[in-house]
T-cell receptor
């Protein structure tokens, strides 16, 4: 069963704009991770935020986590055409696996 | 270069013809896993392995088998493939740290399987 649900399902923006994707989950977690997938390729890990952290940065990425609302957001600033991809959140709970959401498709146009 | 490799990358087969998708990693990771990805359903875990000779079912194990005879390899076996197993398959690995195995996963490039 899906733990994370991303919102929106699809997002189209122009180069230079910021992109925000949201993830909601249902049960308590140890950490939450974001991955990127270019069309038909393997997923690439972007960032991990632990349950006791509220915000984390990595380059143009900013992730927030609100455990009281069971939600996270991924912000990509100053987007580029190369950021066009699908983005997935994945939650790690007490079991030995990550549970992935269905993803947000991001299209960045020139 | 650290990597996860899968073979084949593309496969078209017919119902009932046994096939194996190989997965190999050179990072000495204990944990390996197989996922399938279908439109609208995201990634679903098929099987995972915490270490050599230790495997366990994921969310959608029916119709699949795995083995973990050595650390670097984790093949996915479809004994009698059916059309509903047409999907994009990913192998993934991660370090399995005692007391805190919830770290990032490294994914292979994917195997697109079509069962006619």
């Amino acid at each position: 069963s899906q733990q994370g649900e991303e919102d929106p399902q699809a997002l189209s923006i122009q180069e230079g704009e910021n992109a925000t994707m949201n993830c909601s989950y249902k049960t308590s977690i140890n950490n939450l991770q974001w991955y990127r997938q270019n069309s038909g390729r393997g997923l690439v890990h972007l960032i991990l935020i632990r349950s006791n952290e509220r915000e984390k940065h990595s380059g143009r990425l900013r992730v927030t986590l609100d455990t009281s609302k069971k939600s996270s957001s991924l912000l990509i600033t100053a987007s580029r055409a190369a950021d066009t991809a699908s983005y997935f959140c994945a939650t790690a709970g007490t079991a030995s696996k990550l549970t992935f959401g269905t993803g947000t498709r991001l299209q960045v146009t020139l | 270069e650290a990597q996860v490799t899968q073979n084949p990358r593309y496969l078209i087969t017919v119902t009932g013809k046994k096939l194996t998708v190989t997965c190999s990693q050179n990072m000495n990771h204990e944990y390996m896993s197989w996922y399938r990805q279908d439109p609208g359903l995201g990634l679903r875990q098929i099987y995972y392995s915490m270490n050599v000779e230790v495997t366990d079912k994921g969310d959608v194990p029916e119709g699949y088998k795995v083995s973990r005879k050595e650390k670097r390899n984790f093949p996915l076996i479809l004994e009698s493939p059916s059309p509903n197993q047409t999907s994009l398959y990913f192998c993934a690995t991660r370090i399995s740290l005692a007391g805190g195995p919830y770290n990032e996963q490294f994914f292979g490039p994917g195997t697109r399987l079509t069962v006619l």
